[in-house]
């Protein structure tokens, strides 16, 4: 065998072997051999790269479980901020068209309380409403003789 060739018996295998060996020659210098272990084994350039590029794909393949653990986590995160978010969200909602309902039978009460005390006046507050929201958008008036207009050209409003 030369120091080169494959060693495929493993490192306690190849100690006793070398210890073997050693206790033959050595007891003629007086020596007596006890336990050898192997320090370090140079292994063939081609079987070092692929032994780490074994190591890198390992390493690469942990990195990627705890990125998709990671990224899962996420998604379970947003997940629920957006669950609470809809649900902050349709309560404001909520909250607001009730008072919105609310303000709005107020107003009607009060249309219809002041109707019902001078009925004229309502008529009056509705065609100034009316004509705010409406003459803006007129460049002409074809018609004064219209009903619509009684209040804005009538001398006496009626």
Do not use: C, H
Request: aromatic share 12%; no cysteine; glycine share 6%.
């Amino acid at each position: 065998q030369t120091q080169y060739e494959k060693i495929e018996k493993g490192r306690l295998v190849l100690a006793e072997e070398m210890k073997t060996l050693v206790s033959e020659i050595v007891p003629s210098f007086g020596i007596e051999v006890v336990d050898i272990l192997p320090r370090q084994i140079k292994y063939s350039d081609e079987l070092s790269e692929s032994v780490y590029q074994r190591m890198i794909k390992e390493r690469n393949q942990i990195a990627q479980a705890f990125r998709a653990y990671g990224e899962g986590k996420k998604a379970e995160w947003l997940g629920k901020l957006e669950n609470e978010k809809r649900t902050i969200l349709s309560s404001a909602y909520a909250k607001g068209e009730s008072i919105k309902g609310k303000a709005d039978a107020e107003a009607s009460k009060i249309y219809a309380d002041s109707f019902g005390r001078d009925p004229s006046f309502f008529e009056f507050w509705k065609a100034i409403e009316s004509y705010r929201k409406t003459m803006p958008a007129f460049n002409k008036t074809l018609s004064t003789g219209m009903d619509y207009f009684k209040y804005l050209y009538s001398p006496t409003g009626r």
